[in-house]
């Protein structure tokens, strides 16, 4: 599923002639298999986020290959990455990111009116998604209408109306409280077994992590020895 080989990236800082390397990944070496939750703990500035960044094409490496479905992502265009991600990949946020002038059902729809999905097929599968994550009565609701929870049940919703076969998750409990964490890590335990969609799980959070299959932890910018990365 996801193949990453002696990955490294550094960002840079100041202006031309003034500039400073801050490394922030060192010689990443780590594999998620299909049907896995892989879980990637660290604390704030250990590279996480940024790996996640790099596995979405949002950035590019500096140095080292990223694959995934048996091709090299990292060397594709910014073009190509976007028609990948639209094919391969679903995200689930910390933040919600939902469109706040737009209804439940109308977050979840509109993956599949950017895919150019015809109006009936669109139906049929949004009303299936919000099923499959406990919100079939809250079509009509805004983001504003709803809890914490529920915002990220639309979320996960909108992140599987394009039947990915992975999903990045950024911290997808930070918001919520605990009983509704709780609910969260079911849905996605849930989704993983039934449907058996791959899950990278983003988090600082070890009661989180323990829901993957394995856990991969990151300080400093490198993955710990023992943290069983493959």
């Given amino acids: ?30 594999e998620v298999r299909r049907g896995e939750i892989v879980s990637v703990v660290g ?58 002038s737009m209804t439940a059902y109308q ?21 299936r998604m919000m099923e499959n994550v406990g919100l079939r009565d809250f079509q009509d609701h805004y983001p504003s209408e709803l809890s914490g929870g529920q915002q990220q049940r639309v979320s996960i919703a909108r992140a599987l109306v394009l ?10 409990t930070g918001s919520l409280d605990s009983e509704t964490e709780s609910e969260i890590l079911e849905i996605i335990q849930k989704l993983n077994q039934e449907l ?14 323990q829901i993957g299959d394995r856990t991969i932890s990151i300080r400093d910018g490198r993955i710990m020895e023992g943290a069983n990365a493959v």
């Fill in 1 to 30: 599923m996801i193949q990453i080989k002696n990955l490294s990236h550094h960002f840079e800082l100041g202006k031309k002639g003034r500039k400073t390397i801050l490394p922030v990944l060192k010689d990443i070496n780590m």
């Fill in 107 to 127: 977050n979840i729809e509109l993956p599949l009116i950017l895919k150019g999905e015809e109006e009936k097929k669109r139906k049929e599968i949004v009303v």
């Fill in 43 to 100: 604390k704030s500035g250990s590279g996480k986020s940024t790996l996640l960044n790099l596995i979405s094409g949002f950035i590019r490496p500096t140095e080292g290959e990223i694959w995934m479905e048996g091709q090299i992502v990292s060397d594709l265009s910014e073009a190509k990455f976007a028609d990948f991600r639209l094919k391969h990949i679903g995200f689930i946020f910390q933040s919600f990111q939902l469109i706040p």
């Fill in 163 to 172: 039947e990915p076969t992975l999903i990045l998750a950024d911290e997808p």
């Fill in 196 to 209: 058996g969609i791959t899950f990278l799980i983003i988090t600082h959070d070890e009661e989180v992590a």
